[in-house]
């Protein structure tokens, strides 16, 4: 074991400490804890959370409305969903406890590189690539953070000569104290402002990811955005964009034809890993990786064609900037499903690509007032139908479509109005959309 995560998992014993959600992503934490010895008390809204596991781990459950009265603990670690500044947060500091999250005590323990990845889109492309173009380069590499896979109660298993890749969102960084040896940022467009201030914080929090560089480590921001443009690394800094292809090749190494990605947004997302990659892999391992990458599910993933008709499934675009991004990849005008809950980002952007991309535009869920108030100012907007969910919505779009068409979901929202996430939503889409394969079969 990596003395350093012995010596922390030894002073866990017999400590208080209160981990608050109680999730798939905080589920190994909580067992680590438990193993160590920790008293453990987990904190969590849903008041019928199933108790068997965690009592037989002898955990301390406080569920429901209340499960953030009287926090407090030698430690407690925070959701990202939690605020820091979170008046339950605030007097559990005050009382003596020390604030933390799991990412927080991973960065401060990992024997290993760190590449970290954050942006408003593109983030779990550009990891997913950085991670990939490491493996085929002959790297032991740990993926995790926000793309799925908690990596503190795994250290232990890490060697100094691994790397780990880890996805960061604005929630993690926002109290972060430490960064990655090398910090690429995808780009910054306004996103989750019915969670963050203003833009100004949200803009703060992804800055975050550089604070803590060092003269040694890499920063690789995007060149071709205003936000990430005017921001330097600590260290060594390297802009990604349009001025590094010649000729059709991204950094004199990559041929843009060799993505098999669609869209420009995707592009850049390539460009990003190559930046932050080259001179840390062989040339033959990041070639190798753009010809073979084909995407990540739920990331404008192509799920089938029925009757002719192609049906996509960009679920996570839950921002208008994601929905733009993804309708400028599609060619022609496609049937757009979109709506969810509004994350008080402005759609006046998406509204007026509408006319030249979208030939039927199918709304669903709290948001669909907003976006429809907002395309018909659009001149020579498209037809709009009001569905009251996406099974519905898939239904009427699979009348309307003909051969050639493309149905594509890009809610522009986030899935919590109707949905625990993003993937659960992509995934019943998927499930639609195959329903009316077999039916077609």
């Excluded at 301390?60 to 979170?86: A, N």
Aim: with cysteine.
């Amino acid at each position: 074991m990596n003395p350093t995560f012995n010596t922390y998992i030894q002073s866990l014993a017999g400590r208080d400490v209160t981990v608050i959600g109680a999730g798939v992503s905080n589920s190994p934490l909580i067992r680590m804890l438990c193993s160590a010895g920790a008293r453990v008390i987990v904190r969590d809204r849903n008041p019928i959370l199933p108790r068997d596991e965690w009592d037989e781990l002898g955990v301390e459950l406080h569920l429901g409305e209340s499960y953030l009265d009287r926090v407090g603990g030698d430690i407690v670690f925070r959701t990202p969903g939690i605020r820091p500044d979170h008046p339950a947060l605030d007097s559990a500091r005050a009382g003596g406890s020390r604030v933390t999250s799991e990412m927080e005590e991973f960065f401060a323990l990992c024997p290993c590189p760190i590449f970290g990845v954050t942006g408003s889109d593109g983030k779990t492309t550009t990891t997913s690539l950085i991670a990939d173009m490491l493996g085929n380069g002959g790297h032991t590499v740990h993926l995790g953070g926000n793309i799925g896979t908690p990596l503190l109660a795994h250290v232990g298993e890490m060697s100094p000569l691994d790397t780990c890749v880890v996805e960061l969102s604005s929630f993690q960084l926002m109290d972060m104290t430490c960064s990655p040896h090398v910090a690429v940022i995808t780009n910054i467009s306004p996103n989750h402002l019915d969670w963050h201030r203003d833009m100004d914080e949200y803009t703060a929090a992804k800055r975050r990811l550089l604070n803590f560089q060092n003269d040694d480590d890499l920063a690789v921001l995007n060149g071709d955005n205003p936000v990430t443009a005017s921001l330097r690394g600590r260290g060594r800094t390297k802009y990604f964009g349009g001025h590094t292809i010649r000729d059709g090749v991204i950094d004199g190494l990559v041929p843009i034809n060799d993505i098999r990605l669609p869209g420009w947004y995707n592009v850049e997302n390539v460009m990003a890993a190559v930046a932050a990659m080259q001179g840390i892999v062989p040339d033959e391992a990041i070639l190798e990786t753009v010809r073979t990458f084909v995407g990540v599910e739920h990331r404008n993933q192509w799920v089938a064609t029925v009757a002719g008709v192609h049906y996509y499934n960009n679920s996570i675009g839950s921002s208008p900037a994601r929905t733009v991004s993804t309708l400028h990849a599609h060619v022609g005008r496609v049937l757009l499903i979109a709506g969810g809950r509004d994350k008080r980002v402005p759609f006046d952007e998406m509204a007026r690509l509408l006319p030249d991309h979208v030939k039927v535009l199918l709304l669903i869920g709290e948001a669909a007032s907003q976006i429809e108030i907002e395309a018909r100012k659009v001149p020579n907007c498209p037809h709009i139908i009001r569905c009251e969910g996406l099974a519905e919505a898939v239904e009427q779009a699979h009348k309307l479509a003909v051969p050639g068409d493309t149905v594509l979901l890009s809610p522009a929202c986030t899935a919590f109005d109707q949905y625990r996430n993003f993937e659960e939503r992509g995934h019943h889409f998927v499930e639609l959309v195959r329903q009316l394969s077999v039916e077609k079969d």
